[in-house]
């Protein structure tokens, strides 16, 4: 199953041009598909990672240290591979180009990580990160809604998270700090909050740096009652050296 197929159409028209050979985007190997299981295996490699932020950790250690002195909103967290070469160039296609084909590649290759599938089995809702208004109208499209709508169609929800303003660029700025820079950027859609009450809820990105957006994101969602709430994201940025 790759990709897996969106509905209408084009949805279907996009998913037979997905199953047509192709060359590997990473190795050029030819006939493949975008993105060929060697190179999945290579740079998609299951790794020990923390349960509540998704930092790569030594095979054995449950959390990292940040997360254990200040747990995060976060239930667990996942993580389908690092956000190192061949990822980024792709992502950033797939983000800033209008690149949708990778939709179906990522959702792929999110869907089969390790712990992935039993989340979304598990969910009762299924929601992506959101973009604030004029940042969707810039891009023409949620790359995080794309995912979602491909993992999980039956549960995907896109107006029970809001983005209610944009925020100042997080670079530079501590995590306590990007947190604080986030106050109040996220909300529920008021005349649904009910819906979030005991559910278990899965949240998914793209790329994850420091976990900022995501917590806060997560802890609207707990406030709201959420009962359970999974991160999940596609690639996983690794702590400067």
Aim: aromatic letters at 6%.
């Amino acid at each position: 199953m790759w990709p897996f197929p969106s509905s209408g159409p084009t949805g279907l028209f996009t998913s037979l041009l997905a199953r047509l050979p192709s060359q590997c985007a990473v190795c050029r190997a030819w006939p493949s598909r975008p993105v060929c299981d060697a190179c999945v295996a290579r740079f998609a490699p299951p790794v020990s990672r923390c349960s509540g932020c998704a930092l790569r950790l030594p095979e054995g250690v449950g959390r990292c240290g940040e997360c254990v002195k200040s747990p995060p909103p976060l239930d667990a967290c996942l993580a389908a591979c690092t956000y190192a070469w061949p990822w980024p160039d792709a992502i950033a296609a797939f983000k800033f180009r209008g690149d949708a084909g990778w939709a179906g590649p990522f959702a792929t290759l999110l869907r089969s990580a390790p712990w992935v599938e039993p989340a979304l089995e598990a969910s009762d809702i299924v929601l992506p990160m959101p973009l604030a208004p004029g940042r969707l109208r810039e891009r023409g499209f949620n790359q995080s809604h794309e995912l979602v709508r491909r993992v999980a169609p039956s549960k995907a929800d896109a107006g029970l998270l809001l983005r209610t303003r944009e925020t100042t660029a997080q670079s530079g700025l501590s995590r306590a700090d990007r947190l604080r820079n986030l106050r109040g950027a996220f909300a529920v859609e008021p005349l649904r909050a009910h819906e979030l009450r005991g559910r278990r809820i899965v949240l998914v990105d793209d790329v994850m740096t420091s976990g900022a957006s995501l917590f806060a994101a997560a802890g609207v969602l707990r406030e709201a009652g959420a009962a359970h709430i999974t991160g999940i994201v596609l690639a996983r940025t690794d702590p400067p050296r």
